[in-house]
T-cell receptor, first 113, second 114 residues
Framework: DQQVKQNSPSLSVQEGRISILNCDYTNSMFDYFLWYKKYPAEGPTFLISISSIKDKNEDGRFTVFLNKSAKHLSLHIVPSQPGDSAVYFCAASAGRAGNMLTFGGGTRLMVKP | NAGVMQNPRHLVRRRGQEARLRCSPMKGHSHVYWYRQLPEEGLKFMVYLQKENIIDESGMPKERFSAEFPKEGPSILRIQQVVRGDSAAYFC????????????FGQGTRLTVV
């Protein structure tokens, strides 16, 4: 039972354009959501997070949107750069679970020069 | 990432041997989490520890797997009598508090069972 799903295994975007990565969840108890970026043979690196009391959080080129009614969140990267090419994981936690995170399967982003 | 240290980076074990994976959290962090990533999948939570205590092990297989985080020294994930299905990347993360704060991940240990 996948509680966090990333339905697009891969995404290809031209440099300078917007990248939109999507994530859906089923557990209504999730109240904190994170995006991690991962390069091959390295650990995940935290990108941005959002609490369920918000619907948007922005940090530089990265913006996360949360639609609680649809149980959907998305990560926007604008403008996309070749160095953004990596696997992006959506993760969620519930209440006091803190960093006991439930991860999606990941989306491989390729930004072409 | 550099703050959470995992070793070894790569570990090869024959079926039936024991695997010991080590994780030193970031300085000042007392919360440690272990995750496993099977090929082409996302990370799966295994266990959450604080110093000398297992807080939640709901993601740990019931047999052969154990974890500890002693008062002194790194956290250890131990897999006894390894099987081929244990081949995966094992990641450790640490955080300063339990609440909604960023968890920092190590570079992982890639276990290969031959």
């Amino acid at each position: 039972d996948q509680q966090v799903k990333q339905n697009s295994p891969s995404l290809s975007v031209q440099e300078g354009r917007i990248s939109i990565l999507n994530c859906d969840y089923t557990n209504s108890m999730f109240d904190y959501f994170l995006w991690y970026k991962k390069y091959p043979a390295e650990g995940p690196t935290f990108l941005i997070s959002i609490s369920s009391i918000k619907d948007k959080n922005e940090d530089g080129r990265f913006t996360v949107f949360l639609n609680k009614s649809a149980k959907h969140l998305s990560l926007h990267i604008v403008p996309s750069q070749p160095g953004d090419s990596a696997v992006y994981f959506c993760a969620a936690s519930a209440g006091r679970a803190g960093n006991m995170l439930t991860f999606g399967g990941g989306t491989r982003l390729m930004v072409k020069p | 990432n550099a703050g959470v240290m995992q070793n070894p980076r790569h570990l090869v074990r024959r079926r039936g041997q024991e695997a010991r994976l080590r994780c030193s959290p970031m300085k000042g962090h007392s919360h440690v989490y272990w995750y496993r990533q099977l090929p082409e999948e996302g990370l799966k939570f295994m266990v959450y520890l604080q110093k000398e205590n297992i807080i939640d092990e709901s993601g740990m297989p019931k047999e052969r797997f154990s974890a500890e985080f002693p008062k002194e020294g790194p956290s250890i994930l131990r897999i006894q009598q390894v099987v081929r299905g244990d081949s995966a990347a094992y990641f450790c993360a640490s955080s300063l508090t339990l609440g909604n704060t960023e968890a920092f991940f190590g570079q992982g240990t890639r276990l290969t069972v031959v």
